[in-house]
């Protein structure tokens, strides 16, 4: 925990969030992408974590950027980061990760991801994210 909350207080979590903002012309690899979200999503468990990912504007990123990404590995960690996301706020900032998420056009994003053909093994836990965020954040915004 005393390292995790080291990592947070340092300039880590705002390099994490400047990859997702980055694409390929700028250096970032599909795998550079896929590692920054993958620590992102292990973040996004610990309520300490958030106003870090506030301040780098990750919600929107993952919106964006990660979520319709044509690597399912990248688009699935997307959904379970926007899922851990719910229901979430930067009280000092002020900023509800829900509006973030709408504001970003996530419910677009959702059917398009709804219409991807997905494996068998994911196909059961996407379904299952989409269902998630649709329920919280379709009755509260239009898509």
């Given at each position: 925990r ?5 990592f947070?207080?340092?300039p880590?979590v705002q ?15 599909q795998?550079?992408?896929?590692r920054a979200?993958?620590?992102i ?5 610990h ?6 990912l506030?301040?780098?504007n990750?919600t929107?990123?993952?919106?964006k950027?990660?979520l319709t ?5 990248i688009?699935?960690?997307?959904l379970s ?7 979430k706020?930067?009280?000092e900032q002020?900023v ?5 998420m ?5 419910m ?11 494996t068998?093994?994911d ?7 989409i ?6 954040l ?6």
């Open positions: 005393d390292l995790r909350l080291r947070i207080a340092s880590g390099t994490l969030c400047e990859y997702l903002a980055r694409g390929a012309s700028d250096g970032v690899t795998e550079i992408r896929y979200s993958f620590c999503w292990t973040l996004s468990y309520d300490e974590a958030i106003p870090a506030c301040a780098g990750a929107v990123q993952l919106v950027q990660n990404h044509v690597d399912d590995k688009s699935r960690l997307a980061t926007l899922v851990n996301f719910l229901n706020e930067d009280a002020g509800a990760l829900n509006e973030v709408a504001e970003a056009n996530i677009k994003s959702l059917l398009e991801l709804s219409l991807r053909k997905w068998a093994k196909k059961k836990d996407v379904e299952a994210d269902a998630k965020l649709n329920k919280t379709g009755t509260r915004f239009s898509a």
